[in-house]
């Protein structure tokens, strides 16, 4: 089985300024890994994933993504935050393959303050 | 493409009705998901499919909750009878066999009353 740890329920960031949304699993197995921001009242939608290859991945938004894989991480990053990207952001896992569901972490909030 | 198309957007229903949620996943996909949102649990996998076959529903929470998918453009998660605790947002999600390229329908807001 896998889980998710996204260590902060909220984190405000002053527009401009960078912020780094944290993300943990664990798995005994080698994953896939998601973010997905979700914007009040809407479904969500996929910023970006790691299947395999370069641990750098770079999504929608300007958002990036590192997979650590000895520290069971895979932080989310934008170097310059904007007031429409205060929404709900989520990290989640599934075994390598992806023919399985997903596991997501509870959530974390961004606020982005003017 | 027009994505994952969920049906009602919103429910309001009282207690002991039946509910019954729609879902039409992209074509092709071959896997499809039921998803529950609540502020309490979060994101929670209720059931998948995968090439119209229930492969695991070990989170359908009780036996009130059933779900089906007669073919592979159509699916639905039904609640007999529905109780308060069963408000919540539920997403339904579709993704190709292989390869992680999972896509959220819009959700369905249900309250039960």
């Known amino acids: 089985a896998q889980s998710v740890t996204q260590l902060d329920s909220q984190v405000p960031v002053f527009e401009e300024a960078p912020v780094e949304l944290r993300c943990n699993y664990s798995?005994?197995?080698?994953?896939?890994l998601f973010w997905y921001v979700q914007y009040p009242n809407q479904g969500l939608q996929l910023l970006l994933k790691?299947?395999?290859?370069?641990?750098l991945v770079k999504g929608i938004n300007g958002f990036e993504a590192e997979f650590n894989k000895s520290q069971t991480s895979f932080h989310l990053r934008k170097p310059s935050v904007h007031i429409s990207d205060t929404a709900e952001y989520f990290c989640?896992?599934?075994?390598?393959?992806?023919?399985?569901?997903?596991?997501f972490g509870k959530g974390t909030h961004l606020i982005i303050q003017p | 493409d027009a994505g994952v198309i969920q049906s009602p957007r919103h429910e309001v229903t009282e207690m002991g009705q039946e509910v019954t949620l729609r879902c039409k996943p992209i074509?092709?996909?071959?896997?499809l998901f039921w998803y529950r949102q609540t502020m309490m649990r979060g994101l929670e996998l209720l059931i998948y499919?995968?090439?119209?076959?229930?492969?695991?529903d070990s989170g359908m929470p009780e036996d009130r909750f059933s779900a089906k998918m007669p073919n592979a453009s159509f699916s639905t998660l039904k609640i007999q009878p529905s109780e308060p605790r069963d408000s919540a947002v539920y997403f339904c999600?579709?993704?190709?066999?292989?390869?992680?390229?999972?896509?959220f329908g819009s959700g369905t807001r249900l309250t039960v009353v």
């Open positions: 499919f995968n090439n119209n076959v229930p492969i695991d």
């Open positions: 989640a896992v599934t075994p390598g393959g992806g023919a399985d569901g997903l596991t």
């Open positions: 999600a579709s993704s190709p066999r292989r390869g992680g390229g999972y896509t």
């Open positions: 074509s092709g996909h071959n896997s």
């Open positions: 798995s005994s197995v080698s994953v896939y």
């Open positions: 790691y299947l395999s290859g370069s641990t």
